[in-house]
């Protein structure tokens, strides 16, 4: 069974920001398409890291996977993208989420109407994104006037694809509608996919548009290791910790509701270790198949085959395997030319052909 022929990679915190870099030139050297990096928690903000991925390659590209659209300010949020733009031009991915509670509200931020939100925060970056000057009002995002206001460096429209992280039913709708891409949840199955796909394909055809015209890459953990015990091991204690603080998630994929209350009985956010060790004893071997690539490499293979047949375009791996490298190394793509691949959806021109906003889109 041979490597997918397009796969990424994704990381959290688990490493350093510097093996990280290590991390994203091997995987640039091996095939990868993209590296992605994660702001879920409080833990580890995406922007900075992915400079560093950035700076340390000269193709792979670059994702946020996701920041959150309630705690940076929209012209920010752009002008932070189209710096990341200026480092790695045509490299970059802006994946944005909805963020999750109780984090968001136990730091003060209401997430009421995330829909909306997402909606509005995506016709504003890319309005933002041409470099012309944007006005738009809506009940989320404000801009009276506004540009990125670039004087010395490069003033043209930039082309910055945005994927949306969608979990539940109606963002992954949203996504279908208004995204060049989604970015689909990890710690889920395969046959949740079979759903997600149609909610994608819905929301695509209200907007004109067919599944085909939304990539599909796909966060998938994967616990690698010839030792099958501990690869699992790997993966419950992760798991655990998604079924206590993200439950959503879980339940999407039809994991029983009363093993996902036993476990938000000892698991909240934010959790100690001890919490996770002690709830994880309840997770049983085939939950933690069911939602994630672990064990031995033929068996993650397989399961991550599962995924692609199940709409997804791209695996982006979460590596939880204390040997990184030989995870990358399992996955890359036959050949070993690696050419860069071209778009992995039509080409956009739309950014530099249209004017800028005015006005807030129907």
Known sequence: MT???R???YLQDKHSIRDGMAFA???EAAGFEAVWQAESRLVREATVPMAAFAASTSDIRVGSGVVNTWTRNIGLLAATFVTLDDLAPGRVLLGLGAWWDPL????GIERRRPLACMRETIEACRALFTLEEVSYSGDFVHLDGVRIDVVHGNASARDIPIYVG??????LELAGAVGDGVLLNYMVSPAYNDDAMERLEAGARRAGRTIDDIDRPQLVVCSMDDDRDAALERARLLLTQYLGQQPHIMKASGVDPVLIEEINAIVDWPATHDEIAKASALVPDEVVQL???SGTPQECRAKVDEYMAHGATC???YPLGDDVDAMIDAFAPSGKTFPMASRPFRERSRLRDRPASKGKSP
């Open 166 to 171: 969608a979990t539940g039913p109606k963002m």
């Open 7 to 9: 796969v990424a990679l």
């Open 104 to 107: 968001a509200s136990k730091v």
């Open 315 to 317: 695996p982006v791996l």
């Open 25 to 27: 030139r091997r995987a």
């Open 291 to 293: 939602v994630s690539a």
């Open 3 to 5: 490597g997918p022929g």
